[in-house]
C-alpha cells in the first residue's frame, strides 16, 4: 500500500522568534547609550579646547602688556649722504620729548610729544663732532643715543681752552679769506686771514657764554661753528716769608679754593696737599692764609699751586735763602 508523505516547512518556533526579538531590542538599546557617551565627551573637549583657547589668548595678552610696559623707545640713525643723518625715534607707546644736540651744547627738541615715531634730518658739522640723541616716552621710559662723526670739509674749525682764552684754529682746502666771530648775540668781530690757516686766542668773558665763530674761503665757502664756553678767572696766590723761619701762602678766588698743593726742594717726598673743599665752608675758601711751613737752613725752592671751584689753577715758585 502506497502511501503519500506530505513534506511541509516546519513551523518556526515561537518562542525563539520572541528571544531573536529581545536580542534586537537589546542592541538597539546599545546603541542609543553609546551615542550618549560619544555625545558626552565631545561636549566636554569642546568645552576644555574653548578654556585653553582663552587661557592662551590671556596669556598672550598678558605678555604683550608686560612687553609693552618694559619697552623703551627706539632710536634709528642713518647717514643719508655724506653731509646729512637721518633720525629715527619710534615706540609702541606715545612719546612725550625726543632732543638732539652737538657736543653738549643746547638740545634741540622735536615735535615729536603724543606721536609714536618721529623722523628728522640734520646736517653733519664737519671736523670730529659727537651727536647725542634722548628720547622719552609718557611713562617716563628713557633712551639715550651717543656717538662721534666725522665729516671732512673745505674748512676744519677747532676750539680749545688756553686758560682764560679760547684758543681757535682753522685750516682750509683752500687759501682762508676772513674770521668772524662773535659772544652770543653781541656785535661781529672780524679777522683778516688771506692764508691756509689762521690761529686766533680771544678772551673769554666771565659766565656762561656762546662764542660763534665763521671762516670764509676764497671761493666764499663758509663754515660756522658754535661752542658754550665758561669764563672764569685764575686765583690769585702771592708766597712770601714773614721775616722769620716760615713762609707764607696767600689765595684767594670769588668762586673758592677747593685745593692747595705744596712741594719743597722739588722733592715728591715733601709734597703737601691740603683738600679745603673737605674742611671749610664755600664763605671760608675764597680766601686762604698758612704761615706754618718752616724753613731750613740754606736754599728753599717752594712751589705752590691753588685750585678752584672750575678746576682753574695757578701756580707760584719762590727760591729763599735762610
Do not use: C
Not at 520572541?18 to 565631545?42: D, L, P, S, W, Y
Not at 649722504?81 to 625715534?89: A, F, G, K, P, R
Not at 719743597?264 to 691740603?274: R, T
Amino acid at each position: 500500500m502506497n502511501q503519500i508523505l506530505s513534506v511541509q516547512p516546519p513551523k518556526p518556533n515561537k518562542p525563539k522568534k520572541e528571544k531573536r526579538q529581545k536580542m534586537r531590542n537589546n542592541t538597539g538599546g546599545g546603541t542609543i547609550e553609546v551615542e550618549k557617551i560619544v555625545r558626552f565627551f565631545a561636549i566636554i573637549l569642546i568645552v576644555f579646547g574653548i578654556i585653553m583657547i582663552g587661557s592662551g589668548s590671556y596669556s598672550m595678552y598678558q605678555n604683550s602688556q608686560t612687553g609693552n610696559t618694559e619697552a623703551k623707545p627706539t632710536i634709528s640713525v642713518q647717514e643719508t649722504s655724506d653731509t646729512q643723518l637721518e633720525i629715527e625715534v619710534s615706540h609702541s607707546t606715545p612719546l612725550q620729548r625726543v632732543t638732539y644736540n652737538w657736543n653738549g651744547q643746547d638740545p634741540v627738541e622735536l615735535n615729536a610729544s603724543g606721536k609714536k615715531s618721529v623722523t628728522q634730518t640734520i646736517e653733519i658739522p664737519t671736523g670730529e663732532n659727537t651727536l647725542n640723541i634722548y628720547a622719552v616716552d609718557q611713562e617716563g621710559k628713557e633712551t639715550n643715543y651717543s656717538r662721534l662723526y666725522t665729516r671732512e670739509g673745505d674748512i676744519d674749525i677747532n676750539f680749545e681752552v688756553d686758560g682764560s682764552n679760547l684758543k681757535v684754529t682753522a685750516t682750509g682746502k683752500n687759501q682762508l679769506s676772513y674770521m668772524t666771530y662773535r659772544w652770543d648775540e653781541e656785535e661781529e668781530q672780524r679777522v683778516d686771514i688771506n692764508d691756509m690757516s689762521t690761529e686766533q686766542s680771544i678772551e673769554i668773558p666771565m659766565g656762561q657764554h656762546t662764542l660763534t665763530v665763521s671762516v670764509v674761503d676764497i671761493n666764499n665757502t663758509t663754515e660756522t661753528k658754535e661752542q658754550e664756553v665758561k669764563g672764569v678767572t685764575k686765583p690769585t696766590l702771592e708766597v712770601t716769608t714773614d721775616g722769620s723761619a716760615n713762609f707764607v701762602i696767600r689765595a684767594s678766588d670769588d668762586e673758592g679754593l677747593t685745593k692747595i698743593e705744596v712741594r719743597i726742594d722739588e722733592d715728591d717726598n715733601q709734597k703737601y696737599v691740603f683738600n679745603l673743599d673737605q674742611i671749610y665752608s664755600l664763605d671760608q675758601r675764597k680766601q686762604f692764609e698758612y704761615n706754618k711751613f718752616a724753613l731750613h737752613d740754606g736754599e728753599n725752592k717752594i712751589e705752590v699751586t691753588v685750585y678752584n671751584e672750575s678746576g682753574v689753577s695757578e701756580t707760584a715758585r719762590v727760591l729763599v735763602n735762610k
